[in-house]
């Protein structure tokens, strides 16, 4: 091939003008190759966070009504399945993390994660009340005994006195929303010696701090929400679409902390966190189904005092006050007609204790690895933003 130096000067300036062209066009096809990935990610991203959510809103047998124990599993599943799809968009496209507004965007999700692993934290809280409520019931089952077992007066006396100190405890989390213990099992940080001496006592041994007394889920919820604004277009624009998928997901960590806020006991909790959800987005229509039903729940005359909406603790207060009414105003000798309605009450209790015993461990163990999967992508979101500076 004939080197251009030595050919005319208007024929080497045409053969650098056109090899210029191919370079362009080349780049040019590269970078909408780029910017079609970005939008199917994008795009699928959008779909899945509205099928996941619309999943929840659908019809289910029994064990799957809503706000029960296995809702919230499910809920916390498709958080973590969203998560996953949203880590795996940032590592695809870590070489655009350093841009403005992007990089803002990115940081400001890692830092509401921090606040996602208190609200862990404080739910976990929350499971550890219900653990001491069974405790108490422990003592009102095991004063009646057995369904044969001959109910007597002693019996309705040892039940009256472990349901009045239930009675203290549930109204304790209610008006206070203290936090039942300062710390919790959860995620592997040692007790030093002189902390161990200050555990509440009958609290079992704890690897973590959990929230101080001056905490309150609703400031972090209301926190979140303030500062959680949608892009816009030029936004948008500037960063190939990303701004969409990181903005969604902060959405979504919103909504599910807020749900499982709503859900459990929780220290200075309150639905009554002020948020709009956007209406531009696919998954509006389930977020917005969900808050309604949410609220609409806590808004129910019998809802309206409790510690949760957790379907599974309306039970449990029901059954309660049925048993504590049948103690309360039981008059000796019993009629064949009281004892059955007793042990008929005693028994309805017994029942939603076991579902609460069964069903408070897997949900424990699944908030417990809601945090680490939360602290796991921050930690690989923030090594992704170093590498790439």
């Known amino acids: ?72 599993s499910k809920l916390l599943d498709a958080f973590v399945d969203c998560q996953e799809e949203f880590k795996g968009i940032l590592c695809n496209n870590k070489a655009h993390l350093v841009k403005p507004p992007v990089e803002k965007m990115v940081s400001d999700y890692f830092e509401r994660s921090i ?17 001491l409520w069974q405790k108490h019931l422990d003592v009102v089952l095991s004063a009646f005994g057995s369904r044969e077992r001959m109910i007597t007066e002693g019996s309705f006396r040892r ?19 203290c936090s039942f213990s300062q710390r919790n099992r959860s995620f592997g940080r040692k007790i030093k010696g002189k902390d161990l001496h200050s555990c509440p006592s009958g609290h079992s041994k704890s690897l973590s701090w959990s929230v101080s007394h001056s905490w309150s889920a609703t400031k972090q919820l209301q926190l979140m929400a303030t500062s959680l604004a949608p892009p816009r277009p030029n936004e948008i624009a500037a960063t190939n679409g990303l701004a969409i998928p990181v903005f969604t997901m902060s959405f979504v960590l919103m909504l599910v902390l807020w749900a499982l806020v709503a859900a459990l006991p929780c220290q200075d909790r309150s ?34 005092n409790s510690v949760g909406l957790l379907k599974e603790i309306s039970q449990l207060e029901n059954s309660v006050r049925h048993v504590t009414d049948l103690v309360d105003y039981a008059s000796f000798p019993l009629t064949d007609e009281q004892k059955e309605e007793a042990k008929q009450g005693v028994e309805e209790l017994k029942v939603i204790c076991e579902i609460c015993k069964n069903g408070m461990d897997p949900l424990d163990r699944q908030l417990r690895e809601v945090f680490r999967k939360i602290m796991s992508c921050r930690a690989e979101g923030l090594e992704l933003l170093g590498r790439t500076n």
């Open 115 to 131: 606040k996602a692993l208190d609200i862990c934290n404080a739910t976990r809280d929350g499971i550890e009340k219900i653990r």
């Open 271 to 304: 639905l009554q966190t002020h948020f709009s959800i956007p209406r531009q987005f696919t998954w509006y229509t389930p977020f917005n189904l969900l808050h309604s039903q949410i609220m609409d729940e806590s808004k129910r005359e019998d809802r309206r």
């Open 159 to 177: 039940a009256r006195k472990a349901l009045m100190d239930l009675a203290l405890v549930m109204l304790e989390d209610k008006d206070s929303g």
């Open 1 to 72: 091939m004939p080197d251009i130096r030595g050919l005319p000067r208007p024929f080497a300036a045409f053969r650098r003008s056109i090899l210029g062209v191919v370079q362009d066009q080349v780049h040019s096809i590269e970078t909408n190759h780029e910017s079609v990935t970005q939008n199917v990610e994008c795009e699928s991203f959008q779909k899945q966070v509205s099928e996941r959510f619309t999943e929840l809103l659908a019809t289910h047998p029994a064990e799957y009504e809503f706000l029960s124990l296995t809702w919230v």
